[in-house]
Nanobody, 126 residues
Framework: QVQLVESGGGLVQAGGSLRISCAASGGLFENYAMAWFRQVPGKEREFVAAIGTSAGITKYGDSAKDRFTVSRDNSKNTVFLQMDNLKPEDTAIYYC???????????????????WGQGTQVTVSS
């Protein structure tokens, strides 16, 4: 059973940058496809970015394209989300998710992920 713990959230001004992390334990991290989702109260969980087990295979949601970068460090069992040029509408709780899958397809629906972290709050002030 994989456990996921997000960190690095906080308050940042519009136009600023933030990097959030997700540390995994309890499983063979290199066999897990990883993803980031975000959610605001009253709305559905939104896909942000995902990275496969093979280096370079990534997928981004429309809101993240050209501003966010997902990466992973298998030696540290950690996945990162670098967020640049942040906007107030990026304010949300950001969740890390994992799926035991080593193929090349990138899953992007919340129901397709089995393991979830507790989330980290990101607030962007205008």
């Amino acid at each position: 059973q994989v456990q996921l713990v997000e960190s690095g959230g906080g308050l940042v001004q519009a136009g600023g940058s933030l990097r959030i992390s997700c540390a995994a334990s309890g499983g063979l991290f290199e066999n897990y496809a990883m993803a980031w989702f975000r959610q605001v109260p009253g709305k559905e969980r939104e896909f942000v970015a995902a990275i496969g087990t093979s280096a370079g295979i990534t997928k981004y949601g429309d809101s993240a394209k050209d501003r966010f970068t997902v990466s992973r460090d298998n030696s540290k069992n950690t996945v990162f989300l670098q967020m640049d040029n942040l906007k107030p509408e990026d304010t949300a709780i950001y969740y890390c998710a994992a799926r035991n899958y080593t193929g090349i397809y990138i899953y992007y629906r919340p129901k397709e992920y089995v393991h979830w972290g507790q989330g980290t709050q990101v607030t962007v002030s205008s």
